[in-house]
C-alpha cells in the first residue's frame, strides 16, 4: 500500500467518528420528518443539525449501505449497537428509494438537507421511485450493482432470478383482484421492483422461471407474467426507469382487475374497473400524491378513456401484453397456451390487432424460441430452452436437457408440452 493510500486510510479511521453521528443525524432527521411533517421545528432542527455533522465529517466522501454493514469510502466502519440499529433504518430507507450509496460532495443548505429527510421518511414507508426525481445540491445517490442479498453475499444469478419471480408471484397473490378494493400502490411497487431485478440479473432466466413455475395460470400469475413481457420490452430499449416502471405497475393492475380464471374483461373495461381503486387509494406521503402514482394513473386513464393524439406511447405495448395474458388462459380453449403460441397469434395479429413494433420488439426480447419452451434435439432427445440462440441461428438455442447444457449442432423442433407430460 502506497503512503498516500495509507495516509487515506488514517483520515477516513479518524473520520469513523464523525461519519456515525452524521448516519445518527440522518436517521433523526427522517424519523422526525416522518412523524412532524416539513414544517414543524424540530424537522428543521433536525436539518440543521444534520448540516453540522456533514461540515465535521469533512466531505467530500460516500457512505456505502451494505447488507447489515456500513463503510465510509469502501472501508467498514465499526459501530455499537445504537449505531448500527441507526445504520440499518437508514440503509433500509435508502434501499425503498433504489440507492445503497450516499455521497456527499459537499453540505448542502439546511432547506435542501430538509427536503433530502423528507425523501428518506417515504422511503421508511417502502418501495418508492421519489429520489429518482430529486435533486439535491451537494448529495449524489447510486444503486451498486451486484449486490444481491442482505448478507452483501454474491448469489448465483439463475438463483437469484428465482428468488425474485418467486417472491413477486407470492406477493402478487395477496392483492386485490376485481374486487374495487383500494389498490395497495407499496405492495404493487415491490413486485414490479422484483421483477425489475430479475429482468436486470438475467432476462431469459427470468421467462424461464416465469414460464416453468409450478401451479396454475391464475389471475395474479397471468398478471405478473404481463407485467414481465412489459418491463423486458421498455428495458431492452433503455426507457426511462419512471415510464417502464409505471407501465409495468398499470400492467399488474390491468391483469388483477381484468383477468378471470379463464379469459378475462376487454382491456377498455378492465381499465375503468381498476380505476376507483387506484384512486380510493390513500396517499401516504405528505408532499401530496407521488409522480409515479400520477404516471401509472395516467396509463389506466389512457386506456379507459382512448385518445389517439394525447395518449402515452406506452399503451399499445401494455395493450399487446395485458392480451397475450388473457389469452394464456383464454375461455374457449381447455388447455393453457405456451408462451411460443402467445407470440404467434401476436405476431399473426400485428399490423392489424397489435402494433406490429411493438409486436417485434417483444419476439425479440424473447426469442424466436424463447427459454423455457420444449424442444426436440436432432437427436430425438427433449429438452427445455434455456437460453435463446446466438444471433443468426434462432433455431440453435442452448436446452437443459438431461441435467446438461448443450448447444445443437442442427436446429431443433418446437414440442408441445402435453407430449412432454405424456412422457413423449
Known amino acids: 500500500m502506497s503512503t498516500t493510500q495509507v495516509a487515506g486510510s488514517q483520515r477516513d479511521l479518524a473520520h469513523g467518528v464523525e461519519t456515525l453521528a452524521v448516519v445518527r443525524e440522518l436517521f433523526l432527521l427522517m424519523r422526525t420528518a416522518s ?4 414544517d414543524h421545528p424540530l424537522t428543521h432542527k433536525a436539518a440543521a443539525s444534520l448540516g453540522v455533522g456533514l461540515k465535521e465529517a469533512v466531505p467530500p466522501f460516500s457512505l456505502q449501505f451494505v447488507g447489515r454493514a456500513l463503510f465510509r469510502d469502501t472501508m467498514l466502519l465499526p459501530m455499537d449497537l445504537e449505531a448500527y440499529l441507526n445504520a440499518l433504518d437508514v440503509g433500509r430507507a435508502l434501499s425503498h428509494l433504489e440507492a445503497n450509496e450516499l455521497t456527499v460532495e459537499r453540505v448542502p443548505d439546511d432547506a435542501e438537507l430538509l427536503r433530502f429527510g423528507c425523501a428518506m421518511a417515504r422511503g421508511m414507508a417502502g418501495p418508492s421511485d421519489l429520489l429518482t426525481v430529486t435533486r439535491i445540491d451537494g448529495l449524489k445517490w447510486r444503486e451498486i450493482q451486484n449486490v444481491a442479498s442482505t448478507d452483501a453475499e454474491l448469489v448465483d444469478p439463475g438463483l437469484f432470478v428465482l428468488t425474485q419471480i418467486t417472491l413477486a408471484l407470492a406477493e402478487a397473490a395477496k392483492l386485490p383482484a376485481a374486487t374495487g378494493e383500494p389498490w395497495p400502490w407499496v405492495a404493487g411497487v415491490s413486485v414490479v421492483r422484483r421483477l425489475e431485478r430479475a429482468v436486470a440479473a438475467d432476462r431469459a432466466a427470468a421467462i424461464r422461471v416465469m414460464d416453468l413455475a409450478p401451479g396454475d395460470w391464475d389471475v ?5 407474467s404481463a407485467s414481465l413481457d412489459v418491463t423486458m420490452v421498455l428495458r431492452s430499449l433503455s426507457v426511462s426507469n419512471s415510464t417502464a416502471r409505471a407501465s409495468a405497475h398499470a400492467t399488474l393492475i390491468l391483469g388483477m382487475a381484468g383477468y378471470r380464471p379463464r379469459g378475462g374483461a376487454l382491456l377498455a373495461l378492465a381499465a375503468e374497473g381498476a380505476m376507483p381503486g387506484a384512486m380510493r387509494a390513500p396517499v401516504t406521503s405528505r408532499s401530496g400524491v407521488e409522480p409515479h402514482r400520477l404516471r401509472t394513473s395516467a396509463i389506466l386513464h389512457g386506456l379507459a378513456h382512448p385518445d389517439k393524439e394525447n395518449s402515452p406511447r406506452v399503451m399499445p405495448l401494455v395493450d399487446l401484453c395485458y392480451e397475450l395474458g388473457k389469452a ?3 375461455e374457449a380453449v381447455p388447455f393453457d397456451l405456451t408462451r411460443v403460441d402467445l407470440l404467434a397469434m401476436a405476431s399473426a395479429q400485428a399490423g392489424r390487432r397489435f402494433d406490429p413494433d411493438w409486436v ?9 424460441i424463447p427459454p423455457g419452451a420444449f424442444v426436440r434435439l436432432p437427436d430425438g432427445r427433449v429438452g427445455s430452452v434455456f437460453e435463446v440462440g446466438e444471433e443468426g441461428q434462432p433455431f440453435r438455442p442452448k436446452v437443459l436437457v438431461d441435467g446438461r447444457i448443450v448447444i445443437p449442432d442442427a436446429p431443433v423442433s418446437l414440442v408441445s408440452p402435453a407430449v412432454v407430460q405424456a412422457g413423449g
Open 35 to 38: 412523524s412532524h411533517g416539513p
Open 220 to 224: 395474479a400469475r397471468r398478471a405478473v
Open 328 to 330: 394464456r388462459r383464454a
Open 360 to 368: 417485434n420488439a417483444l419476439v425479440s426480447v424473447c426469442g424466436v
